[in-house]
């Protein structure tokens, strides 16, 4: 930035603490459903249980104070190849359709402003099978991903470490799917023959701007962990440390931009070395491999803004241009993508065309899997089902049958999920833990059941024994499903009552 003199305004607003959108799975009852006959425990309780009011405000207050600004970045990280909200749908936040919402009303309302969108990365999923291989799944999702960066015209893309399994193919010869939009960069991440640009400068021009801004995009990757240096060393990748790559592409771009800025994948610190060792930056923009939001802070001359954790809440930077047209400060807020921002119709679309498609594939892949998890045999498992443990204990079976809980796969398959590994462990027994595999193999460990709390129960259900089985100690074991993102509202004195049994 010109003369490095900079009033830096930190505002961090637009966290809305606004919360719990409390609705109810589709009236369109599946097969399943209407065969389990559902009691009708559901709707009153859990409103009964929700802690916080929904979600509040228009989404003019989102957008805020149109305060002058003459161009705004909009940043992202760690989408992981998802392209929908995220969690259970208690209070859902986040989802791309969604965020392009928010922005396209936000250049609605000041269409002489410039807008930039940049991932700061993991953004495609890394899951692989156990041969190391990434599943069809996780494939086809990432190929969702390239499609929906298009069609929002995500200008920058940083890869980092995790993102390499699936973006190596996409720099194929022969690749049906080019990214042409978005510019994919990482300074520090080397295979020979991949032309992967360790920069990119863009050219940013709006009514509000005086003249054009150059912005250089820096991509950088924290070095991959140990465990998994071998399998990249194996794939012909390398990784230069990230920061001495940065001091020399730094000296690279010199006089190539008017604002410098790094996007990375870091762990803790890095950032903060970037910006002490690097005089010249101007912005780092940032995601944190733990996943916390972290305040931005200013550390030498440049600015550190962290993206959030599975883009929940959407960064958006506003810049300010002096009268000669000079960039002269920014603020930064995050917007919580929550239900009061309108869905972008078309990208709801993509997303709606996606799931179908990942359902499919998901299906074959359980498909698959449920033969060969036949083909092995009649299995013995840890796990003996709720219904063996009915044969003695009928009082707490009865209890268990009136909750959501014996019939908690059901909400999955409503929502198209029931093949979807990222949400049918909480939703069953044992998952791949010799208990639930996928609703094809083991439709019997569907459901969160009596051993998802007590425990593998076959040992003593064969030989009961007072005191050698679990009774589960509360609330540590409940929030491990029961967690601050699937179940916001947890609290165990108020969700207890509703599962009591035992005596207690
Ligand atoms: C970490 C555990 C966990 C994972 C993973 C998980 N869920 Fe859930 N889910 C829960 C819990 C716990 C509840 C009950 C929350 C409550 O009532 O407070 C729930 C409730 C639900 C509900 C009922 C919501 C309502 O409005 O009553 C739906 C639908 C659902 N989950 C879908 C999903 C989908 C789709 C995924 C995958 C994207 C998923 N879940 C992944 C634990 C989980
Ligand atoms: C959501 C978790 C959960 C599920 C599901 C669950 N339980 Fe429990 N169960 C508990 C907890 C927690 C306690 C201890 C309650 C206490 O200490 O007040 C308990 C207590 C009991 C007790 C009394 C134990 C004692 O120490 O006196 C029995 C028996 C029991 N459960 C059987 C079952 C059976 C049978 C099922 C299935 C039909 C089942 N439970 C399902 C969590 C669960
Ligand atoms: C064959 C009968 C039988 C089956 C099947 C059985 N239990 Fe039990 N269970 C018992 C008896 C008997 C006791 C001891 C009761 C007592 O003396 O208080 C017991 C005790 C328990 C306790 C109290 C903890 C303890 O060790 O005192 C829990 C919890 C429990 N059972 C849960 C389950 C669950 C969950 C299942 C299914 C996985 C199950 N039981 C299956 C007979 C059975
Ligand atoms: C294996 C994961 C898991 C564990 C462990 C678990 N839950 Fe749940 N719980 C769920 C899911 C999933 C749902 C949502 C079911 C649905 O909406 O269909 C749920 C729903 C509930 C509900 C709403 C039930 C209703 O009938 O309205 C209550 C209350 C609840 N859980 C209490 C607890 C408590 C208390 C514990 C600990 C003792 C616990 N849960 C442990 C997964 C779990």
Known sequence: MSNRKRALSLAVIGIFFVTTLVYYVSPQRTQAQQQAQIPQTGQSDREKLAKNPPPSGTLKDRLGKDDGYAMTLF????????????????????????????????????????????DAGHIFSDETSENGELNADAKLMNDWIIRANEQMDLAVVNLAHRDLKYAARLFDANAVLKPEKSALISANIKKPNLNLAPYTIKTV?????????????????????????????????????PLETAKNTMAEIKDKADINIIVGYFKPGTANKLATQNNDLDLIIAYDERGFVHDPKQVNNALILYASHQSKYLGELRFYADARGEIENFTNRYVELDSVIPDDPAMLETTKKA?????????????????????????????????????CHQDEYDKWKQTRHSHAFAVLEAKNRAF?????????????????LNIKATPQFANVQCESCHGPGAEHAAKPQKGLYKTPSTPSMCITCHDRENSPDFVFAKYWPLIAHGGK
Do not use: W
């Open 75 to 118: 940043f992202s990280a760690d989408i992981g190849g998802n392209l929908e909200v995220c969690g259970c749908p208690i209070r859902p936040l986040g989802g791309i359709a969604r965020r392009l919402g928010y922005i396209n009303a936000f250049r609605q309302r000041s269409p002489d402003a410039a807008t930039i969108m940049v």
């Open 355 to 391: 799931r179908a498609e990942i359902g499919i594939v998901q299906q074959r892949m359980a498909e698959e899997l449920a033969a060969a998890h036949a083909a092995k045999g009649n299995q013995t498992s840890i796990y003996v089902t709720s219904e063996t443990c009915a044969k």
């Open 420 to 436: 979807d590994n990222a949400c049918v462990g909480c939703h069953s027994v044992g998952f791949q833990k010799q208990g639930f």
């Open 205 to 241: 021009t709006a009514k509000r701007l005086k003249k054009p801004v150059r912005l250089a995009f820096i991509g950088l990757s924290e070095l991959p962990p140990d465990d998994k240096k071998d399998a990249f060393a194996k794939q012909g990748f390398s990784f230069e440390d």
